[in-house]
């Protein structure tokens, strides 16, 4: 952006349509917030300062904003009174001369460069505006155009049945010069039919004043707002294509492209490869020629290169997945790393440890983490091999090369090279089977007399 812009995302509605106790901004789509979307978006845009008008109470959103944009500052709409009356709330941030952009915390597949593209009106005008084309126009504003020239939007309920046929509307997008935004923003009135101050309404006064009005277009699917459930879910089938593309054109494949869920941070390198039915949550990097196989979940997991996961497997947040490892079917893994090679093919819960290189962790191996009260570290050292069913009961440590005897549940260290067996031992009688069964039918034939006495 070529001169000093702020950014102020106005997000003080409530939202009512969602039916949610959760702050409108604060539904997620991709794994983020809505308002999330829109600040990366406005850092992206290369804003110098943003601002965040947020409704009275709403501390979580603020916190999110701040999340997000440290420097952002925040100011709390007391009244809900219309959208200039909301962007009056950060007055302070109008009065220093810099250009303004003020975006909606509902909009959260607005792009960077289309921001950048409304400010960039202002090399022309005093106002420059984003404008859309919608299937069905109900509910927006309309850009009322004479002469080739932007004059005035109008809300629907003011619209005339004239200006209601135009199609072009405003998307809610609106870049304010400097030298003249608090002026603008300070004439517009209440006198419409909801009596509220309309920041539409700054064109028209812009007009009145001399100076003219930029308008540019954006295509519906990037401009839609959320109102309801259902443009929540639209929005996010939007961005979830839009991810989609953007992994596969990194060198990607995904088999299914349409039934993988990402997260808007999701990160995967060249040949890696998603079978069908994958969902990724947020935090989730997969480096170069791994593989993601049917139905795993993975979120805040880093899974390094060649590495093979699931399919069916669940990787949580805090996990570590080293080069050319294995994590198949029915396996947790949580807060754990496993390094270069380790494998736990099948059934199993390796909950905060480490699995060192070469590792092999049997079918049904638990570690036992938590004792009701505190988290329990266990330490599976290099090359070390797990038999199948055993309970590692944490803290505790396998040494390198070391064997655990299937079935055991392991409750002391286990040095390095050594063979741990912790269950009962076998014993084997022979001939009892038939005596057995002899006893049994006896028992059972004398339950039976006794229930007819
Ligand atoms: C607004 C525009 C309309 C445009 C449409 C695009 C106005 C008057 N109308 O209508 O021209 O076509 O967006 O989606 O600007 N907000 C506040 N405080 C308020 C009122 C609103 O912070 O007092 C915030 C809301 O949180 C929301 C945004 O401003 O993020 C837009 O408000 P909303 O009520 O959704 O406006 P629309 O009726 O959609
Ligand atoms: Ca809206």
Redesign the pocket.
Known sequence: MAARTTIVV????E?TRMRSRVP??LHRIGGRPLIAHVLEAAKDAGADKIAV?V?PGQDKVAAEAKRIAPGARMFV?KE???????LLAARTMLADGDDVVVV????PLVRAETLRGVRDGLNEAAVSVLGFRPANPA???RLVIANGRLIA?R?EREASEAERAIRL????VMALAGKHALDIVRAIDNRNTKH?F???DAVAIAAEKGLAAAVREAPEEE?M?I?DRKQLAEADAVLQKRLRDSAMAAGATLVAPETVYFSADTRLGRDVMVEPYVVFGPGVVVEDKATIRSFSHLEGAHVAAGATIGPFARLRPGTVIGEGARVGNFVEVKAARFDKGAKANHLAYIGDGSVGAGANIGAGTIFCNYDGVEKHRTEVGKDAFIGSNSSLVAPVKIGEGAYVGTGSVIVKDVPDGALAVARARQAVKKGWAKKLRAIKKLRAHKGKAKAHD
């Open positions: 106005l997000a003080a509605g939202g409108k901004v008008v409704g709409q809900r009174r219309g959208t200039a009356h909301a909606f915390g509902d909009t509910g927006y504003g939007i809300e509307c405003n998307a809610g509220e309309y920041l539409s401009v707002g109102n």
